[in-house]
């Protein structure tokens, strides 16, 4: 008769003797590391709807292919872009979230300028590959800033694109925002939740690296962080799509850490000196 | 590592087998177990630092088995990354009894197996398996007590009373 004593004891016998562990502190911490940043970047796909709603100067740019060939969605007029003067954009209103029909002038001079610089830039960085919008955020278009996308500082803009060549097909991330918060305030290059690899840019910037290799499953997104002046640059690139649990599309990100501070160190996204 | 990475590295150390045997017992496969397990310290990790320490141990053990309720969603990606099997175990005096307490298990609906788990190989009580699994104490009273009824008869045992499951402590 197997009374209580029994099955417990039955119960533990049967677990007793398994296979040596293969999982790590080590390996969860790393896969730990990697998974929150995966979820920081996929967290921009739930602002896609409010980016979707928001009128923005960008949706009224029709699809055309770039002077190298490259296909690009909605790019701002060439005259738009010429005529930007190098100066800050305007403060923000009071609305911090644009409303429907309209957007606050600060943010539509972020996104223009933004969208001018990626669609001049970006090709140029990554000759060979052709340029779609993110399907993660329905309504955008390829390498054209909108309103909001990562959850960071004031007047957000973010510009995302799919960029395939024959490796496959990858995923960019520009988001450009006033910074609410200096790099001091949390370190994370040195401090006791250091992740980071941290740099400092051609024109003296604080750039904070995050790459942590590629996942078991072969996907492996690369962030860098900038700080220059008041303005907070992410640029980042994956090879899967921005989804939760999207598999690889090509076997690495299509730009390398150092092509992706070439982005975004740029003179023309210090929006905010 | 550096700080609350420390913290997490020792939890991990101290939990990390004793997780594994609840997922194996619960899914009855050690290649599960660990995916199961990892994803758990992966979720934990995520939430660390805002889960106090007193409660950690109640977090992961509640998303192991919030992980194997679901896994059967989970499961094509799990074919696609799983790693090779590993070698059989070798035959011994235990192996046929531990093969047909797993073939008792795997009988069970998947709450009556976490239910007899709990309360029987992790020794919860009543009231903290009512809670993690949010149901009320008197159906893991219930649940358990057919689960281990349907074990011993799978299992051969004649006695099938119900009585001698332990209640509420």
Redesign the interface.
Known sequence: ????TD??Q??????????P???T?????A???R??HR?WLASAGGAAGLAAVVVVTAMAFTARTGPSGHTVGGPPPLTTCASLQPSPVPAPTQSAVPARATMDPGAESAATRVSCYLLSAVPALMPGFTFTPNPARRGTSALVAVPGGMGGGDLEVTATSLATDASGTGLLIVSVSRATESPADEDHCT????KAQCRTGPNGERIEIYDFGAE??GTHNITVYVYSGQTFILAGASNAGETQ?APRTRPSPPLSVDELITLATAPELKLYP | MLGWEADFAEFFAARASSLRRLAYALCGDWHTAEDIVQGAFVRLYRQWRRVRPETADAYIRRSVVNAYMSHRRDRRREWVSSAPPDRPAPPGPDAAARLDLDRALATLPKQQRVMVVLRHLEDLPVSEVALLLGVAEGTVKSQTARGVQALRAALGDPVTRTDEVRGSR
Do not use: C, F, W
């Not at chain 1, 008769?1 to 209580?4: G, K, P």
């Not at chain 1, 401090?191 to 250091?194: M, S």
């Open positions: 008769m197997m009374n209580d099955m417990t039955a119960l533990r016998a049967h677990v007793a003797d398994g296979p562990m293969r999982i502190s080590d390996g969860v911490i896969a730990g590391r998974s929150r979820r401090g006791p939740h250091a078991p499953d649990n």
